[in-house]
């Protein structure tokens, strides 16, 4: 099979839409562990919300690796250049955000003390002393962390409908098909 260079690869195709589903299930399970209210249910989203977060490191991780060896096509010449730069720094601020995002749960985490049961497979061991207060504003930099990845996940997925939509350009379509223009 003959691909194109102006397409994503298979495995870069798996590993976006991989994280897309990690991500895309974080968000609504966050924001129901604080409207819930404290009890069995509670708990279930918060195992489910941390288990997420722990496969999410090293996915991402691999991502990136396999993204710095295999460097995403160019887009099309006729994008301005503030675009081009635009695009380049929300995917590099996604990655560095969603890095550092799972390390901030870790750490708030710790510092509380509650378990992180990984798929109700395995515990991971706290990696901060105990503090409570401390484990509050780690989990005020989480929210915060969280506000800031929706912000740039609504720019990516913008500027992709914008460029099927309204420029009627591939640059969607490069993340969905191998097949030439």
């Known amino acids: 099979m003959v691909t194109d ?24 399970i966050g924001i129901a562990i604080v409207n819930v209210g404290p009890g069995a249910l509670q708990n279930t989203l918060f195992h489910l919300h941390r288990s997420i977060g722990v496969l999410l ?14 460097p995403p096509p160019p887009l099309p010449a006729d994008i301005p250049a503030i675009q081009q730069l635009a695009a380049s720094s929300v995917h590099v601020a996604l990655y560095v955000l969603l890095i550092v995002q799972p390390i901030v749960g870790w750490i708030g985490t710790s510092a509380f003390r509650a378990p992180i ?17 401390f484990s509050n504003q780690v989990f005020q930099l989480h929210r915060a962390i969280a506000f800031l990845i929706v912000l740039l996940l609504a720019a990516h ?5 914008f460029h099927h939509f309204v420029r009627r350009d591939r640059v969607l379509l490069r993340m969905w098909s191998l097949k030439r223009s």
């Not at 049961?117 to 207060?133: G, K, M, N």
């Not at 997925?157 to 409908?161: D, E, F, N, R, S």
Request: hydrophobic share 60%; proline share 10%.
């Open 157 to 161: 997925i913008g500027a992709a409908l």
């Open 5 to 28: 260079e102006r397409v994503y690869s298979p495995t870069a195709r798996v590993w976006h839409w991989f994280t897309a589903l990690l991500v895309l299930t974080m968000i609504p």
């Open 117 to 133: 049961l990984v798929f109700w497979l395995f515990e991971l061991p706290p990696i901060w002393p105990e503090d409570r207060a």
């Open 57 to 70: 490191m090293p996915v991402i991780l691999l991502r990136l690796a396999y993204r710095l060896r295999h």
